[in-house]
């Protein structure tokens, strides 16, 4: 079981910067992998960043080179730093872990999300 809390959302211009973070009820250190995903009113919800636990970290087009999805194991907490915000990162974001269970299946949790509003 794992339990985790999103932060850090708000509004914020164009351009402008935030940072998230999740932090785990548990060790993030034997979390295979941990991401951010983003939900935006009528759409799907979407990965945004993943990280995994040998500090690899994917992240999709539309946010590469601009959000980054870092750790600190000592503190159980995932962030998620985004730069150079457009109308479009409008969302409620959420943070992910992936478990694997004894069964070989995984298994995921989420936090309740943080809502990220850019707007001018």
């Known amino acids: 079981q794992v339990q985790l809390a999103e932060s850090g959302g708000g509004l914020v211009q164009p351009g402008g910067s935030l940072r998230l973070s999740c932090t785990s009820s548990?060790?993030?250190?034997?979390?295979?992998?941990m991401g951010w995903y983003r939900q935006a009113p009528g759409k799907q919800r979407e990965l945004v960043a993943l990280?995994?636990?040998?500090?690899?970290?994917n992240y999709p087009d539309s946010v590469k080179g601009r959000f980054t999805i870092s750790s600190d194991n000592t503190k159980n907490t995932v962030y998620l730093q985004m730069s150079s915000l457009k109308l479009e990162d409008t969302a409620v974001y959420y943070c992910?872990?992936?478990?694997?269970?004894?069964?070989?299946?995984?298994?995921?949790?989420w936090g309740r999300g943080t809502h990220v509003t850019v707007s001018s």
């Open positions: 992910n872990a992936a478990i694997l269970t004894l069964n070989g299946t995984w298994r995921d949790y």
């Open positions: 548990r060790s993030i250190n034997n979390i295979p992998r």
């Open positions: 990280i995994n636990s040998a500090g690899g970290t």
